[in-house]
């Protein structure tokens, strides 16, 4: 193994091993750091302690909740049924070591150096790694990538202990189910574990300060999802805050904040889903120059930083924390390096996804955001509760909205909730990357019967010939 | 293989020939040189030969018919060739050529749907004649216009296509700035603000536009009541300020042709070199280097950057170029001050900036007034060259047609360029006849020769 190399990936997550891959396909010489911290290894986040483990558990909840409500309709009646979330816990675990495994296979494949060890930039174009065991050693890098991701973050008073305070990355891997538990946010993460634990038989309290759930979409989204979730007994209670947490009483006491005034929530296990913060200490930043933008790493549009040969992408590099915007994010600044670059990152057309039960998916600008750009509004609303695909699966609430520019038909935000819509949102980027407007995807006879038979309604609706409603 | 048969000329002033009778039918086989038809032409009959042999696969012309040169009256091939596609296009020529020639594939589906409606219905002998001599000029398959690219067809998203067709705008005129050159909304948006070719005419490597209609295919629809509009002040002040100008200022005209090609591959590698820089938009339009260009000409002609004063002749100490674009219910020009002590890219922004600002009516008089030379651009709008009335008190006012691929001569060679006609009115008071040539002169070299700008 040589020690120059044309580029080095700091961090083999969506982002970082999506990079190397790239480069490597572009003839460049790639090594990619990867630290397997507590919540990495190959994959990042993402394959190991994030995205697929959770899509993992979500599953397992879909089946236990449609056993629930489903059964005796259905015609499977289940005499007896007997919840394992350790069971579940280690498909979990055997999905993310074979993805894992995957990523090394990629970059054997690829020609890629994969270097275990705490990458930190020392030095123009040079990158020291220091492996858990063994000698460091120092690279050469005409080109640096910081792909270190992020990491839990929580509130004072809330420190994740692991124990009674978690983070996602112990919710991933909690064998023994507690009585009792607070998710603390209500984002994509929050409502996920929410749906998982419920499933599985805890008794789960909702905590979001604002006042919906997924507070960011299009606030329907939120109403429609707490309806769903208030059905199978999850308490939900927006518009409130943590104050503050008594750990050492059995069981804890949490003190909240509600526009009534405080309230005290007895629970075994509180798990904080406030965020995610960037890994930037001990990297070499500051020595080096690198500008930030907040607590991330400040680039332009090719991903670059304000110092020459180093870039950033991935949740280290901002907003939206979310491994397909790192992984464009990672072709972007190989193509740069590459000097291939086609097009700069675009951020206005990334899909955000919510795999809880009925799932969530948006693209775009909400209603709200189109009349303040300006435009003169369409909205295209088509209920799932009379759509022949949702009844079938016995998951007919929801409903997909486009947001339309009312003179050109312009796709402007495509906004659902519902069964498997997380499969839909793909047709709207689509739709929105290639400039087409509601009468395309109108046009388009979709499959019957299909959910994604439901965007053309949608579509149709906001042209005022919907059929179906 | 199928061969076309077409109307040949038969002397070199014959223009159209009548078919007088046919001396094969459909399915003989024939070889190179057995006569095809006998057609009477302006001078005596003679007879049309087969250029290679082959089976008689459809006569398209009638006995009687009188038929262009180079029109398709017939199609030699194999026996079980499909000669459907040559057909198709003859029948549409024949029955309805007032749909633009097949320009293009890709092109709004309206079309292709008149195409194969056209060819569907067949040609009838009545119908044929007259609609066959009027339109055999336009009709021919091969017609060199066409926009038979490499890729074949114009690449523009749904949308973009949508806001150029209810403004107007050819947008086979427009060059892309979205993937694989794609025309997105904003190439339209930005060639609609500047009423000039912000998108540039044409830019793209090898791709002649077509020489159908504007708006590519497809018409706007027909709208015609009588209606009284009442005037905008915008409308009453462009309609004094030019009777004041048609009237008083003695108007002469030169037109010349400019050779684009240079202009266009540096202005191409410079905005690379923009985006590389990650300016996040900066972008040099053809129309900025119009601008430039004219500037830095009118510097070595000062004689044109000036007004006519009654009693004196009132020379300006810096080139403000007017930039005319359109607005919606009209036309306005603001003032890029002092272009000629300015660089490109800085031309560039402000060009943008004023555009922006004319177009959502935030210029202020002091943005419009006072341009000592302006440029009026409508390439954009399919328009090859046109007379411009100045702006007084200026004394010329420079008039752009749209770049096209062309065939022109050099060195004794016909090769392919792309070029640009340019028209300038000038006042006769201010402007004499070889004083303007030779700034026209200059202002093509440097287009011709964009390196020597900075040499």
Known sequence: MADSYDVVVIGAGPAGYVCAIRAAQLGLKTACVESKSYEGGYGGTCLNWGCIPAKALLESAALAQNLKDHGEDMGVRPIEVEYDMSAAVDRSRFISEKLTGGIQYLFKKNEIDGIEGRGKIVGKGKVEVTPEEGDVRELEAKNIVIATGAVMKSFPGFEIDGDKVIGSREALGLRKLPEKMVVVGAGYVGVEFADVFNAFGVEVTLVEALDSLVPLADPE????????????????????KVKSLDRDASPMKLTVETSKGDETIDTDIVLMAVGRKPVTDDLGLEELGVEMDGPWVKIDGWCATNVEGVYAIGDVAGEPMLAHKGSHEGIVAAEKIAGV??????????????????????????????KEAGYEVKVGKYPLTAHGRAMTAGHNEGFVKIVADAKYGEVLGVHMIGYNVSELIAEAGIARALESTVEEIAAHAHAHPSMAEAVMEAALAAMDRAIHI | MATKVVMAQLSPTMEEGKLVEWKVKEGDEVSQGDVLAEVETDKANMDIEAMTGGTVRALLASEGD??????????????????SAIVEQAGASKDGGAESPPASEGEETSEAEARAEASAEAAEP???????????????????????????????SPLARRIAEDAGIDVARLSGSGPGGRIVKSDVEAAIASGGPAGAPAAEAGAAPTRSTAGAGALRPARLEDERIEL?????TIAKRLVQSIGPVPHFFLTTEIDMGRALD?????????????????????NDLLVKVAAEALARHPEINASWDGDAIQRHGSADIGIAVAVPDGLITPVLREADRKGLVQIAAEARDLIERARTRKL???????????????GMFGIDEFTAIINPPEAAILAVGGTVEKPVVEDGEVVVRRRMRVTMSCDHRVIDGAMGAAFIQTFRAMLENPLELVS
């Open chain 2, 364 to 378: 202020k008089p002091e943005d419009y007034t006072g341009a000592t030379f302006s440029i009026s651009n409508l």
């Open chain 2, 126 to 156: 009545e119908a044929a004649e007259s609609a066959t001599a009027e339109v055999a000029a336009s009709s021919d398959a091969d017609a060199p216009i066409s926009r038979q690219t490499s890729s074949g067809r114009v690449k523009v």
């Open chain 2, 232 to 236: 905008s002040q915008m409308r009453k």
């Open chain 2, 266 to 286: 540096l202005r191409k590698s410079l905005n690379e070199r923009l985006a590389g820089r990650g300016d996040g938009g900066a972008k040099v339009g053809v």
């Open chain 2, 66 to 83: 009188v038929v262009e040169v180079g029109a398709l009256i017939g199609v030699l091939g194999d026996l079980d060739e499909d000669i």
């Open chain 1, 341 to 370: 670059a086609g097009h700069p990152m675009r951020y206005d057309n990334i899909p955000s996804v919510g795999y809880c039960h009925p799932e969530v998916a948006t693209i775009g600008m909400t209603e709200e955001q189109a």
């Open chain 1, 221 to 240: 989204i939120g109403k429609t999802l707490a309806r769903s979730f208030k059905k199978r007994g999850i308490e939900i209670k927006t518009g409130t």
